[in-house]
């Protein structure tokens, strides 16, 4: 089975910076069939949005028009870990932060949740004015 594990979230004032991290179990890449890596967000009282995505063959990446360029994910093959670079942020960017692997799907643009497959327990971000 997949297992995500999310975790550098925090709390810190508008304009700074954090970097999580998800660290993947196993192999998964290439027993899962996994192509496509995602970061999503869930604030209280709203519904999950795509954050980020990134695609593992290539390191292409997509990103919402809320995030780009504050924003930036990349990946370790051989750690088998996706990071986010969260730069400049917003008491707007306060959220509980999702790691997900999407099972033979190559990335198309900023991920949808109804397209990944697998998901991690979430990490707290909090950005105070």
């Known amino acids: 089975q997949v297992q995500l594990v999310e975790s550098g979230g925090g709390s810190v004032q508008a304009g700074g910076s954090l970097r999580l991290s998800c660290a993947a179990s196993g192999y998964i890449y290439s027993i899962y069939s996994i192509y496509c890596m995602g970061w999503f967000r869930q604030a209280p009282g709203k519904e999950r949005e795509g954050v980020a995505a990134i695609y593992i063959g290539d390191g292409i990446t997509y990103y919402a028009d809320s995030v780009k360029g504050r924003f930036t994910t990349s990946q370790d093959n051989a750690k088998n870990t996706l990071y986010l670079q969260m730069n400049s942020l917003k008491p707007e960017d306060t959220a509980m932060y999702y790691c997900?692997?999407?099972?033979?799907?190559?990335?198309?643009?900023?991920?949808?949740?109804?397209?990944?497959?697998?998901w991690g327990q979430g990490t707290q971000v909090t950005v105070s004015s």
């Open positions: 997900a692997a999407a099972r033979g799907r190559y990335c198309s643009g900023v991920p949808l949740v109804s397209q990944y497959n697998y």
